[in-house]
């Protein structure tokens, strides 16, 4: 079974190595200490407590088929007369979305305002996210 170090789970989770042991400390996340005294976390332990936020919907949530669901922050909008590119920072990640300026405007969409890239697709590539 797959085990990570604090710093590791850290970076999965896009939080800091101190949000990680406060969570360890508080119990909400199992911890071992190893031989050398330092804690790991059990892959599947860790999984199910990155899961748990995304199982249970937040306040005002919508019914929908699309399960991949990245709230962040609007970083920038280009836009000409039809169309916007609008980038989006959640957490470690940038999303870019193509859309009507149109949409863009009726969304209220500006550079600091926080939105939700709900993405559903029919193809989704998944590669391994270490050397073995």
């Known amino acids: 079974m797959a085990t990570y170090r604090i710093g ?9 190595v101190d949000t990680v042991r406060r969570w360890v400390d508080s119990g909400r996340l199992v911890a071992v200490r190893d031989g050398n005294g330092h804690r ?14 995304a199982d249970e919907p937040g306040p ?11 709230r962040g922050i609007v970083t920038a909008i280009a836009r000409d007369s039809v169309m916007a590119q609008v980038d989006l920072q959640a957490g470690p990640f940038r999303v870019v979305s193509l859309m009507s300026r149109e949409a863009v405007e009726d969304l209220g969409l500006e550079v600091g305002s926080v939105a939700v890239a709900v993405i559903k697709s029919t193809t989704v590539v998944v590669e391994r996210g270490d050397d073995r």
């Open 60 to 70: 005002g949530a919508r019914r929908s088929s699309a399960r991949n669901r990245l």
């Open 8 to 16: 590791e789970a850290a970076e999965l989770l896009g939080v800091s």
């Open 40 to 53: 790991s976390i059990a892959g599947a332990d860790l999984a199910a407590f990155a899961r748990a936020p």
